[in-house]
Nanobody, 122 residues
Framework: QVRLVESGGDLVQAGGSLRLSCAAS????????MAWHRQATGKQRELVAD???????YYADFVKGRFAVSRDNAKNTVYLQMNSLKPEDTAVYYC????????????????WGQGTQVTVSS
């Protein structure tokens, strides 16, 4: 059906940078919103940033000015450039996408990736 596969998570020192990627594949007619969420140990999952199919973006206050979300519609891929990383950014980062597929009819579902670990050391 549809798969989201993230990559790019790593261990990095505070102040460093990482770039996460998430590629969607499978039965894809169109992709609406794509987003990055994160979940730290013992905490609830939270929205980090999202981007619509037209390129409009939203950022959580705690990443504004440090993170940038972008997408390549031709590759069905969303990116998260993370700069000036802080120890509190340590979490599993999950890719999300709202995707329309086609079989006998069109249907739209929410999909999640498996997560990629980002660890920021102080």
């Amino acid at each position: 059906q549809v798969r989201l596969v993230e990559s790019g998570g790593d261990l990095v020192q505070a102040g460093g940078s990482l770039r996460l990627s998430c590629a969607a594949s499978g039965n894809i007619f169109s992709i609406n919103t794509m987003a990055w969420h994160r979940q730290a140990t013992g905490k609830q999952r939270e929205l980090v940033a999202d981007i619509t199919s037209s390129g409009s973006t939203y950022y959580a206050d705690f990443v504004k000015g440090r993170f940038a979300v972008s997408r390549d519609n031709a590759k069905n891929t969303v990116y998260l450039q993370m700069n000036s990383l802080k120890p509190e950014d340590t979490a599993v980062y999950y890719c999300y996408a709202k995707i329309t597929s086609q079989s006998i009819y069109f249907y739209t579902r929410d999909y999640w990736g498996q997560g990629t670990q980002v660890t920021v050391s102080s």
